[in-house]
């Protein structure tokens, strides 16, 4: 499959970055504004409810000093009733904290995931002909979710952090040497648990990023089930599945180990902790320097100590793993797109000129496609662009929608530079309809409105109409209301591609552009497409990527591709009688497609006499030229 060619376990993709925590906080900050008050109660609760946590230890404490104390104990039931007080606010202010807590995150993960998919979607063609989708859905859709359990947790362990720093200020109140002891032991686990800290972020990364290629090989294996079943291709499939399968298991090894790892050395730290706490703190006792109800709040806060750290350690994975998914989230985010505007200009209601000055391209450096393009199309003109397979014909098209951005030259559209306009109104005047028009879930007259957003019924019917007539619309079986699959994959290419241009005449742009619409569809969809481009083409700048002739015969003027460079312009009879590339173009691809003869498609005297003698008719032509 192709999302395997190139792709290794956890490899990052070009765009991928690294962020501190102190970036990622910062990042993540702008998603609360708006909601300050719930942010204060949520915090407010946690103080409290970490009060109340960190009141019940000292409580009890000095309810064992009282039962020891034959003179308080009728302060013993106070304290007692204290207890479960206390015990019982800090119940209720942590439930309220956890359920405000999940609302806040929630609408976080909604306003983070939008900005994810905006990002996704303003990015250059290049970004999507070069990333798999099913890795970026991954980063849109898992990655988000997996960053919102993050702050959960991270709101969660503030509180019982909170709790300790509370506990660990009374316990210096009562012995310094004993709660110096404590505060060692715990720092000593923090230590740890922050030098495995960068080891578990990178496995925890390299997971995400096997996982997300996982969900995209899923994703384009299901797109094209169909051509694995005519081809007998569901076994390589599966077994395609299993390597980018293995390749997640061996993440997710890896990753488990080194959890595995720092598990027991944290909880050892803890036994050890505990065991210093119990002696230090037993001698004394027995010395008269500790009461026995402080060592019992002592021993009650190491049990306190321990919760917070044994979360961390047993939430350490999903925090590693929230935190590289942020990276991969803002990664996305903060990705520019190649396609480069110098200003952000409103497009006048355009014309259709076109002119192309000097302009190179190239996908990689090591891979030029286009060299030194001069063309001016004049507004209104309807031009064809030929060519062999790579000659550079889409490429060139990519161009003109800005899909791709040049490294040389001036594109001037009515004789402006068009990368000194709003990229997004520029493109509104342009109708583009490729070989294979992408149909949204919904409807048909839903497809055609995208055209022009905000278009009523008529103004849908009346450009279904003004394709073939509107004949077509009675092959569907409820008409416009005839529901579609994703991609339009319940009508035939035919279909998409007429309702692909009445969704472009219902778009009324002035600059109409055809890619290849009709090279995979039977006679009859071919001439109610041609027919509905004859009405499309009205007026309107029209530029063609034709591989069949009744279409390249209609335009204005032709204009060959090869190897990057325009070799040949002319109207069909000047450019059959010139004998030369279009000439060859011809006789290869297009003279079979029109049974009617043509005396301009005849070569001249002078070629057939070239061809009797074993001349190829161009060099016949260029002896006579000279």
């Not at 109708?431 to 008529?458: C, E, H, M, Y």
């Amino acid at each position: 499959m192709a999302l395997l060619d190139g792709i290794e376990a956890g490899a990052e993709d070009s765009y991928d970055r690294r962020y501190g925590d102190r970036q990622l906080l910062r990042r993540i900050t702008p998603y609360f504004r708006g909601r300050g008050g719930a942010v204060a109660f949520v915090t407010a609760a946690v103080v409290v409810a970490a009060a109340a946590g960190s009141a019940v230890p000292i409580l009890l404490a000095r309810t064992v000093d009282s039962a020891l104390d034959d003179d308080a104990r009728s302060v013993m039931t106070l304290l007692a009733v204290a207890v479960l007080l206390t015990g019982a606010a800090a119940w209720l202010f942590t439930v309220l904290q956890q359920r405000l807590t999940g609302a806040l995150v929630g609408d976080a993960v909604l306003k983070l995931r939008e900005d994810a998919f905006a990002a996704a979607v303003r990015q250059d063609l290049a970004f999507h002909d070069g990333h798999p989708t099913g890795l970026v859905v991954s980063r849109v859709t898992n990655d988000t979710q997996t960053f919102g359990a993050l702050l959960s947790l991270v709101l969660s362990l503030f509180g019982q952090v909170l709790v300790v720093l509370l506990i660990l200020t009374a316990l210096f109140v009562i012995n310094v040497p004993l709660a110096l002891l404590t505060t060692a032991v715990v720092a000593l686990i923090v230590a740890v648990s922050l030098a495995f800290r960068k080891r578990a972020r990178t496995a925890s990364t390299r997971q995400q990023q096997a996982l997300a290629e996982v969900s995209g090989y899923v994703q384009e294996t299901l797109r094209g089930i169909t051509v694995a079943r005519n081809h007998r291709g569901e076994a390589a499939a599966e077994a395609g599945l299993r390597e980018v399968n293995g390749r997640w298991y061996q993440a997710s090894v890896r990753l488990n180990r080194l959890f595995s790892g720092i598990f027991p050395l944290l909880i050892s730290l803890t036994g050890l902790g505990t065991t210093a706490v119990v002696l230090v703190g037993g001698h004394n006792v027995a010395s008269g320097d500790l009461s026995a109800g402080e060592w019992v709040l002592f021993l009650e806060a190491l049990a306190l100590f321990w919760s917070p750290v044994a979360a961390i350690a047993s939430f350490w994975q999903q925090l590693q793993q929230g935190l590289s998914a942020g990276e991969r989230i803002f990664a996305l985010i903060d990705r520019e797109p190649a396609v480069r505007q110098s200003a952000q200009l409103p497009p006048p209601r355009l014309r259709g000129a076109l002119e192309l000055r000097g302009v190179s391209f190239h996908y990689t450096p090591e891979r030029p496609v286009l060299h030194d393009i001069d063309l001016t199309v004049a507004a209104g003109e309807t031009l064809a662009l030929v060519g062999h397979t790579g000659a550079g014909k889409s490429s060139l098209v990519r161009l003109l929608t800005r899909s791709y951005d040049f490294q040389e030259g001036t594109l001037l559209a009515d004789g402006r530079d068009v990368r000194t306009f709003d990229l997004a109104q520029y493109r509104r005047c342009l109708g583009v309809v490729t070989q294979t028009p992408f149909l949204f879930s919904g409807t048909v007259a839903d497809n055609i409105a995208l055209g022009r957003p905000g278009a009523d019924r008529a103004a849908v019917e009346a450009a279904a109409h003004a394709v073939a007539s509107g004949a077509w619309l009675r092959q569907l079986p409820e008409g416009l209301d005839t529901p579609t699959d994703e991609g339009g994959r319940n009508l035939s290419t035919g279909q998409r591609q007429i309702v692909a241009l009445a969704r472009v005449f219902l778009q009324d742009a002035p600059i109409f552009i055809l890619d290849e619409a009709t090279a995979s569809v039977d006679p009859l969809t071919e001439a109610q497409i041609q027919e509905g481009l004859d009405a499309l083409a009205a007026g309107r700048t029209t530029i063609v990527v034709a591989h069949r002739l009744p279409t390249v015969r209609k335009a204005d003027r032709i204009v060959v591709v090869d190897d990057g460079r325009l070799v040949e312009q002319g109207d069909h009879a000047t450019l059959m009688r010139r004998g030369g590339a279009y000439s060859r173009l011809y006789r290869q691809y297009f003279h079979h497609q029109h049974p009617d003869h043509d005396p301009a498609d005849e070569p001249s005297g002078t070629e057939r006499a070239a061809v009797g003698a074993g001349v190829h008719p161009a060099e016949a032509s260029d002896a006579v030229d000279h």
